[in-house]
């Protein structure tokens, strides 16, 4: 069955890094635009980092500039997501996922355009 599979979360302290990885299982990654999200304990999922197909076109929120980079490799099928300077409102479950359709740059991290979803990987930021 088509699934995306991520994995490298974990417990870091704050000013730590950590790198995710979403690996496409009889699921073409190359196809899809790509996103990174969030869902932190009580709250709505968002999304913390956007890929186009060819990675040409990526988008942040605010709250990851400048600390959460995303980049994919179509031939290993897999999209990561480098996280640095974590800080404590960081942790929560990140999820990967897929989407076929065109969107603005703007809506790129939508969660409602996005069609398929891994199970996500925990990411907890403690001392």
């Known amino acids: 069955q088509p699934k995306l599979v991520e994995s490298g979360g974990g417990l870091v302290q704050p000013g730590g890094s950590l790198r995710l990885s979403c690996v496409g299982s009889?699921?073409?990654?190359?196809?899809?635009?790509i996103g990174w999200f969030r869902q932190a304990p009580g709250k709505g999922r968002e999304g913390v980092a956007c890929i186009s197909r060819n990675g040409g076109s990526i988008k942040y929120p605010d709250s990851a500039k400048g600390r959460f980079y995303i980049w994919r490799n179509n031939t290993g099928n897999t999209v990561y997501l480098q996280m640095n300077i974590l800080k404590s409102e960081d942790t929560g479950v990140y999820y990967c996922?897929?989407?076929?359709?065109?969107?603005?740059?703007?809506?790129?991290?939508?969660?409602?355009?996005?069609?398929?979803w891994g199970q996500g990987t925990q990411v907890t930021v403690s001392s």
């Open positions: 996922a897929a989407r076929g359709r065109m969107t603005l740059v703007q809506d790129m991290c939508n969660e409602q355009l996005y069609e398929f």
């Open positions: 009889e699921f073409t990654l190359e196809s899809y635009s």
